[in-house]
């Protein structure tokens, strides 16, 4: 079964740290890009971050440009997030997802999507 | 960055109507990369369509979608129960991979 597991989410101060995890099966996790997306409580979908198949190409959204960092470890099948310098703003379900088509030969929907976890930042 | 706008932000609709939500980009979807993303109350969004008119695995036919440059269409044919939740678009053909804000579709 195709799956992904996120966690890490938590309440954290404002102005501090955390590291959220995506745990991968179930599929290739090397042919795939993968992104993180989030959803303020009651609000839509936002994208967050993007890395490719081979870890290669990275891209952001300008809210958390210069705070928040992708990456992937072929190793553990994992995908991870580290936000520095959290911001209110930034309270959300995380969510983490795999790209529709492999090996970066197209840019893809988002096919699989993870059960989320939830950040809350708050002093 | 691409904005989305999709209307109606509410859509009131008996079982069997048929469901009409469009989502407008401010600028041409490269190569029509526009997706359109199912969710219901605390579940992870479900792909639904993909490239504007591809059905994702396991998705029924009552769904289809249409569209290319700025202007697309998700159709839902004959509703069923299951079908009530908030739909998104998504353009993936540029970076920032941008949303609209959602249409809702609630039972009349």
């Known amino acids: 079964e195709v799956q992904l597991v996120e966690s890490g989410g938590g309440l954290v101060q404002p102005g501090r740290s955390l590291r959220l995890s995506c745990a991968a099966s179930g599929f290739t996790f090397d042919d795939y890009a993968m992104h993180w997306v989030r959803q303020a409580p009651g609000k839509g979908l936002e994208w967050v971050s993007g890395?490719?198949?081979?870890?290669?190409?990275?891209d952001c959204a300008d809210s958390v440009k210069g705070r928040f960092t992708i990456s992937r470890d072929s190793a553990k099948n994992s995908l991870y997030l580290q936000m520095n310098s959290l911001r209110a703003e930034d309270t959300a379900f995380y969510y983490c997802a795999k790209d529709l088509v492999e090996l970066g030969v197209a840019r893809g929907a988002f096919d699989i999507w993870g059960q989320g976890t939830m950040v809350t930042v708050s002093s | 960055e691409i904005v989305l706008t999709q209307s109606p932000g509410t859509l009131s609709l008996s079982p069997g109507e048929r469901a009409t939500l469009s989502c407008r980009a401010t600028?041409?979807?490269?190569?029509?990369?526009l997706a359109w993303y199912q969710q219901k109350p605390g579940q992870a969004p479900r792909l639904l369509i993909y490239?504007?008119?591809s059905r994702a695995t396991g998705i029924p036919d009552r769904f289809s979608g249409s569209g290319s440059g700025t202007d697309f269409t998700l159709i839902i044919s004959r509703l069923e129960p299951e079908d009530f939740a908030v739909y998104y678009c998504q353009q993936y053909g540029s970076s920032p991979r941008t949303f609209g804000q959602g249409t809702k579709l609630e039972i009349k």
């Open positions: 890395i490719s198949w081979n870890g290669n190409t990275i």
């Open positions: 600028q041409s979807v490269s190569s029509s990369y």
């Open positions: 490239d504007a008119s």
